[in-house]
């Protein structure tokens, strides 16, 4: 949520929340360095009421700073003191009150704050919380031994008392205001939307995240396959439910997780505290990025997988983008000639199109998803939350794939995103009238792939349709060596650019649809045009090679998807090679 744009529309929202609150108060609890202190002045002063700090209250009544407490007078001692200050404060209320690390612990402070307020675990990973409080020396907790690992002893020892908060957010390196604006968010909902009579959760809702950041009810697709049905859920933090919802399906299931190194290092805590550390083998990391596609990675996956006893019966979890989704669901096609999968994509690209569908596969040295097999998953789960720590280029890259769908059959959809794009990009927020824009634009997606891909599971003909751009836009990729200088999704914005371009010179459908496509694509910051790739491409006969490996080639025939107009995509399955090489040729000479 934007804070310039939300200003002044939360003004009346927070006058609200303040009227439902009381005399309550919203009492902040976590550890040291979750940022309780910074975020409750921020939060205090944008809903107009006092903000108070507990340990500063500690140190006033007794004349002394905390760490001298703790030398002279011992922790038994400072606890207790602890608990008489919070309970005086809670009488105060309403205010925001931030409390002690330890202070949540005390079941007799736990029970106040129920009473006379709402708990707020401000959630941070043990990695965030070292850089936060290295350079600082008034912490008695951490003046001996060796700080990483008393921060990691106390993680474990206290989270799970934390997670007893009424409402959790992740406290992360972003702007505190964002965090002060999904405060906001969580207490409309837990408040009734801040009118009426108030209804604060006595113990934590399901609903809120523990891993991500807002609340939010989820928007369920199911894909509809006879026995082999699935649910695909779409939501800002849906990812807290993933334990829940695999025991559902598979109760007793051991469970196998594969990710990448980047995605690991800001989600595998929080996927190991969600699915049990005691039902999970060792996790299988594999390095970021298209490369881990290839035989040898996927030998390692596979003999991970088999090492680690993963039978028939277990789970296979898919923790990544696109790369990641394709890379375990093959290898849960294939060991033990099957396991079941769950995809919980991480990147924008892979919430809309790769987890759907059953698509798995590896890139060969021929070209892209050359080795694979169809392999439905039994569930995924898209967190929309998940995406706030997503690279700029990346998500517009899973933009490409967004617009397609708009461009095959639904003109209405890309008209929105014309006009609505910037809210998607930004992750404005919903409003009372419907769903946040990003998420309508995923949930919009995932359904029309759904409904293909139930009627066609094995692309045996609709299902090409969702193959606009592909056909040049994998091309493309190879020619740029499957590197960052070309990312998948816009080597399909501009494979979709040139399916537009073809069509036109064809006679299929009017310039000023290329321009508009093309206007689109490059306003959103993807290509549009070969010119707009650093380093440029082969000839065109290279490039006709490329094309003549793809899968969508039939009998030696050139399959390409070509488009009447804006929402009027079709399959041609028998098209001239030597039309697709002069366009290109005309293409490579534009740039």
């Known amino acids: 949520m934007s804070v310039q744009a939300d200003q002044a529309s939360h ?13 309550h108060s919203i009492v902040l609890v976590g550890m040291m360095g979750a940022g309780k202190s910074s975020i409750g002045r921020r939060l205090a002063h944008r809903m107009g009421i006092p903000f108070v700090d507990a340990d500063a209250e500690i140190e006033k009544a007794a004349g002394m700073s905390i760490p001298d407490i703790f030398a002279i007078r011992g922790e038994p001692d400072f606890r207790a003191g602890e608990a008489r200050v919070i309970a005086r404060l809670l009488e105060a209320g309403p205010q925001v ?12 402070t736990r029970a106040g704050i129920a009473a ?28 001996t031994g060796d700080p990483a690992v008393t921060v990691r002893e106390l993680v474990a020892a206290r989270y799970p008392v934390y997670g007893q908060a009424a409402l959790t957010i992740q406290s992360r390196d972003v ?3 964002k965090i002060v604006d999904e405060i906001l968010d969580a207490l409309a909902l837990a408040l009734g939307g801040g009118t009426g009579t108030p209804r604060i959760p006595a113990k934590p809702r399901e609903r809120i ?39 559902k399906l598979r109760p007793g299931a051991r469970v196998a997780l594969v990710s990448d190194e980047t995605v690991a290092g800001h989600y595998l805590s929080a996927a190991q505290s969600i699915l049990g550390a005691g039902s999970m083998a060792a996790p299988v990391i594999v390095p970021a990025g298209e490369a881990s596609k290839s035989f040898p990675i996927f030998e390692r996956v596979c003999e991970a997988l088999i090492e680690a006893r993963i039978e028939r019966g277990d789970l296979v979890v898919a923790l990544g983008g696109g790369v990641i989704g394709d890379l375990a669901g093959f290898a849960a096609a294939v060991v033990r000639r099957g396991l079941d999968y769950v995809q919980v994509p991480t990147s924008l690209l892979a919430q809309v199109d790769s987890s759907v569908g059953g698509k798995t596969a590896i890139d060969s040295r021929h070209g892209k998803n050359l080795i694979g097999a169809f392999h439905q998953p039994i569930l995924v789960v898209a967190d929309t939350a998940l995406l706030d720590t997503l690279a700029e280029r990346e998500f517009r890259a899973g933009y490409a794939e967004i617009v397609k769908y708009g461009l095959i059959r639904d003109a209405a959809f890309f008209s929105w995103l014309e006009s609505s794009w910037r809210d998607v990009f930004a992750g404005k927020p919903a409003q009372a009238s419907g769903a946040a824009p990003r998420d309508y634009a995923i949930w919009k997606s995932v359904q029309m792939k759904a409904e293909i891909v139930a009627r066609d599971e094995r692309e045996t003909g609709e299902r090409a349709l969702l193959n ?24 399909v914005a501009l494979g979709i650019a040139c399916a537009f371009a073809f069509s036109a010179a064809l006679g299929l459908l009017p310039g000023a649809d290329v321009e508009r496509v093309r206007r689109h694509l490059a306003t959103t910051g993807l290509p549009a045009h070969l010119s707009d790739v650093p380093g440029g491409f082969p000839d065109a006969d290279r490039l006709m090679d490329l094309i003549a490996q793809d899968k969508k080639v039939k009998r030696g025939k050139l399959a390409f998807i070509l488009a009447r107009g804006i929402g009027k995509a079709f399959v041609a399955g028998d098209v001239e090679p030597g039309l697709v090489r002069d366009f290109l040729f005309r293409q490579i000479a534009d740039r």
């Open 11 to 23: 003004k009346i929202s927070e006058a609200a929340l303040v009227a439902a609150l009381g005399k």
């Open 97 to 108: 009150l931030a409390t002690g690390g330890g202070a949540f612990l005390n079941p007799g």
């Open 116 to 143: 006379k307020g709402i708990s707020v675990w401000l959630k941070a990973e043990p990695d965030v919380l070292l850089r936060r409080i290295k350079r600082r020396h008034d912490r008695p907790l951490l003046a």
């Open 175 to 177: 702007p505190h205001e």
């Open 209 to 247: 995240m523990t891993a991500a950041v807002r609340v939010a009810d989820p928007m369920t697709v199911k894909v509809a396959l006879g026995s082999r049905s699935y649910d695909i859920v779409i939501g800002h933090g849906q990812f807290a439910s993933l334990g829940k919802r695999m025991a």
């Open 468 to 491: 606009l751009g592909h056909t040049f836009g994998h091309a493309f990729e190879a020619a740029a060596g499957f590197s960052s200088r070309l990312l998948h999704g816009e080597a």
